[in-house]
């Protein structure tokens, strides 16, 4: 990773303080692939150098593939067939109310936590607000 406070347009973009560029070389199966990113930050360099800048995007990126995998493979997001109006915005919002209720369940995973409410309904009533018959 590469850091500048050198910026072109830092005089009309308020609060800019540095520019990064971030080289990612990969090989897979014998193929080497490189690709360059490159970014912006309000932080200054004193607050973050080239390593706090890298280790937070690393940061950023695990958290987000989680996520993504969590989307995808548990809640089969991508196997989703609407296309069509406001239900595709309606459904995401719908899988992350479930994401955040599956966090708060007792388990190590969201894919647990779905096999735990399964075996628990009255749990998962309850977690949605369904009153309970006595």
């Excluded at 050198?6 to 308020?14: I, S």
């Excluded at 937070?56 to 989680?66: K, T, V």
């Excluded at 969201?110 to 628990?120: F, G, K, N, R, Y």
Aim: net charge positive; hydrophobic share 40%; with cysteine.
């Amino acid at each position: 990773m590469r850091t500048t406070p050198v910026l072109t347009a830092h005089d009309r973009w308020a609060g800019l303080k540095q520019g990064f560029r971030v080289t990612r070389k990969r090989t897979i199966r014998g193929v080497t692939t490189v690709e360059v990113s490159h970014g912006i930050t309000s932080l200054s360099g004193e607050r973050a150098d080239a390593r706090a800048l890298l280790d937070w995007l690393r940061s950023h990126w695990l958290i987000e593939n989680q996520l993504h995998y969590v989307r995808d493979v548990t809640l089969r997001e991508d196997a989703c067939r609407v296309r069509r109006g406001a239900a595709p915005q309606v459904l995401a919002a719908l899988r992350n109310a479930v994401i955040h209720l599956l966090h708060t369940v007792p388990a190590n995973s969201c894919s647990e936590a779905i096999e735990w409410l399964q075996v628990h309904p009255d749990h998962a009533q309850r977690l949605i607000g369904i009153p309970q018959h006595e």
